[in-house]
């Protein structure tokens, strides 16, 4: 499989920003998903990347290189809520790589 | 509306007892997936379907079977459960083919192995 290496914790405070980085193989490389799952359920979308840039959508936002194999989920105004894993997918030649997920603890 | 719906939500069976995990989508999409997923790692494909052709991942066990009767229902079949096979399983759908378009999970089934 393809590599994807994400940091394995991040803790921040309710109002806060965090930025989730993730590096992926670039080879045969078709776009990049990010999923929130919290604890006990089932990964939900959050985003997808193809071209380089910034994407937003409200308080999430995901940012790709293709070229530095590098993708980033902000998240801002951080929430109670927002704590969870956040998984980084990486599409290669059209098979899915999951990241082992970036756990985000928001205190109070 | 729940649109991937998985059951049972959680199943406890003991060693070397037969288990069916099944699901269920109401968005006609022609891909499926199983996944199975352990504390604190990754989400792991099993195997998938677009429409009726299925497509077994290389490292999945013999110990792990699937059918698909018809594009709304999926199975995972565990012939001899072991105590590695303890995990969340997560089904998936998509409407584009694989790796090509957003996943839609299902709640997942957490199965104990005793």
């Known amino acids: 499989g393809q590599n994807i290496d994400q940091p394995t914790e991040m803790t921040a405070t309710e109002g806060a920003i965090v930025q989730i980085n993730c590096t992926y193989q670039?080879?045969?490389?078709?776009?990049l998903f990010w999923y929130q799952q919290h604890a006990g359920e089932a990964p939900t979308f959050l985003s997808y990347?193809?071209?380089?840039g910034l994407e937003e959508k409200g308080r999430f936002s995901s940012f790709l290189s293709r070229s530095k194999g590098y993708s980033y989920l902000l998240l801002k105004e951080l929430q109670m809520k927002d704590s969870a894993s956040y998984l980084c997918v990486s599409s290669n030649d059209y098979k899915l790589s999951f990241g082992a997920g970036t756990t985000v603890t928001v205190r109070a | 509306d729940a649109m991937v719906i998985q059951n049972p939500r959680y199943q406890v069976t003991q060693f070397g007892k037969p288990v069916t995990l099944s699901c269920s989508q109401t968005l006609n999409h022609n891909v499926m997936y199983w996944y199975q997923q352990k504390s604190s790692q990754a989400p792991k494909l099993l195997f998938h379907?677009?429409?009726?052709?299925?497509?077994n991942e290389a490292d999945t066990p013999d110990n792990f079977q699937s059918r698909r009767p018809n594009t709304s229902f999926c199975f995972l079949d565990i012939r001899s459960p072991g105590l590695g096979d303890a995990a969340m399983y997560l089904c998936?759908?998509?409407?584009?083919?694989?790796?090509?378009?957003?996943?839609?999970f299902g709640e997942g089934s957490r199965l104990t192995v005793l």
């Open positions: 998936a759908t998509s409407r584009m083919g694989i790796g090509a378009g957003e996943l839609f």
């Open positions: 670039t080879s045969g490389f078709n776009g």
């Open positions: 990347n193809v071209l380089d």
């Open positions: 379907y677009y429409d009726k052709d299925f497509n």
